[in-house]
Nanobody, 125 residues
Framework: QVQLVESGGGLVQSGGSLRLSCAAS????????MAWFRQAPGKEREFVAR????????YYADSVKGRFTISRDNAKNTLYLQMNSLRPEDTAVYYC??????????????????WGQGTQVTVSS
């Protein structure tokens, strides 16, 4: 079992920045590929970014590529999402997720094993 707790969400103006954190506890954090997803009101949960177990490889949704950066600190059992140049369409609840499967790049929510409770990000225009 892995427990995940997100933090760092809030209200920011368009063009601003936020950094989300996801603190992990339970099983060995470095054994899991980690990812960020988001869900806007009335929409399905969508993939944002994914990072390998060592942090050496990352993968992004086209909608955030060049603006968001995913990273991790295995010594601190923490995942991060640096979000720059935020847009109103980035408004959503952001979730971190853990995936024990590292061989395949998973982007569907059903493919992930553990989830945090989410943190709200609101971008005003």
């Amino acid at each position: 079992q892995v427990q995940l707790v997100e933090s760092g969400g809030g209200l920011v103006q368009s063009g601003g920045s936020l950094r989300l954190s996801c603190a992990a506890s339970g099983r060995t954090f470095s054994n899991y590929v980690m990812a960020w997803f988001r869900q806007a009101p009335g929409k399905e949960r969508e993939f944002v970014a994914r990072i390998s177990r060592t942090g050496g490889r990352t993968y992004y949704a086209d909608s955030v590529k060049g603006r968001f950066t995913i990273s991790r600190d295995n010594a601190k059992n923490t995942l991060y999402l640096q979000m720059n140049s935020l847009r109103p369409e980035d408004t959503a609840v952001y979730y971190c997720a853990a995936d024990i499967q590292w061989q395949v790049t998973h982007t569907l929510p059903s493919e992930y094993d553990y989830w945090g409770q989410g943190t709200q990000v609101t971008v005003s225009s």
